[in-house]
């Protein structure tokens, strides 16, 4: 499976340079030319690991590795710098990005710096096959629940990806845009959600999670859903 590379960059000339070289190679590239959009792709996106300019438009690199960090401490994260920045840098590092790259820099440097980072980096749960839940067993590669009493349950490709996702996210409450955005691949702009509320229904229903007290899917007023692990 190819990863993905979300490259946030707002020198266009050098952005495309990086875009062209990482597809030539293999990978699949989302790209951001200024920090306001970055920051939106960066905690909404599902990317294996981000090129980050910190010298940016709008939200500045720095602020969008705050966010990262809070949101998503595995992420891997390579900053790009210019020479004259190594305070940022020194900084970046501190904030916790993997590694760096200095302007100007050659494909086969940001290419070997992209597979080290990667080579290193705990294994995502986007792979998984399967999960723990308190009634079973939800077996993604499969598309079914497996229950304890030997019963089992289909669910569709839409539900699978919507558990997969809560699941990659553990502990955190992810926001109904962020599932309209990651799992449905649409803009939650001005777009009601109530969709995503009647898919949490059904795929509890499907878990055997208790809509009243759910030990499973669990509701964050005023936030989102949250995964909430297989504790009994």
């Known amino acids: 499976m190819s990863k993905t590379i979300l490259t946030v960059e707002d020198d266009s000339a050098i952005r495309r340079g990086i875009v062209d070289a990482l597809s030539f190679n293999g990978y699949k590239v989302l790209e951001a030319g200024n920090g306001n959009l970055g920051l939106e792709m960066a905690v909404r996106q599902v990317y294996d690991l981000m090129l980050l300019d910190l010298v940016l438009p709008g939200k500045g690199g720095l602020e969008i590795l705050r966010t990262v960090r809070e949101t998503r401490p595995t992420q891997p994260v390579i900053i790009l710098t210019a020479r004259g920045e190594e305070s940022d840098r020194v900084e970046g590092l501190r904030m ?3 590694d760096y790259v200095v302007k100007p820099f050659s494909v086969k440097e940001l290419l070997a710096r992209v597979e080290a980072v ?3 980096s705990p294994e995502r749960p986007t792979d998984l096959d399967q999960v723990s839940i308190p009634s079973g067993i939800a077996d ?6 497996r229950f304890k009493d030997g019963s089992r349950c289909e669910l569709s490709e839409r539900e699978i990806e919507l558990l ?3 699941v990659n996210n553990p502990g955190r409450a992810v926001a109904r845009e ?3 955005a990651n799992v449905w691949r649409i ?4 777009l009601p959600t109530r969709t995503i509320d009647m898919h949490v229904v059904r795929l509890r229903e499907k878990l055997r999670d208790d809509p009243g007290q759910p030990k499973v899917l669990l509701t ?3 936030k989102g859903y949250m995964f909430a692990g297989n504790d009994e």
């Open 164 to 166: 997969r996702y809560l």
């Open 187 to 190: 803009s939650p702009d001005g």
């Open 118 to 120: 990667l080579r290193r």
């Open 220 to 222: 964050v007023r005023g």
């Open 96 to 98: 916790g990005a993997d």
């Open 178 to 180: 962020d599932l309209l």
């Open 140 to 145: 993604f590669s499969r598309r079914e629940l």
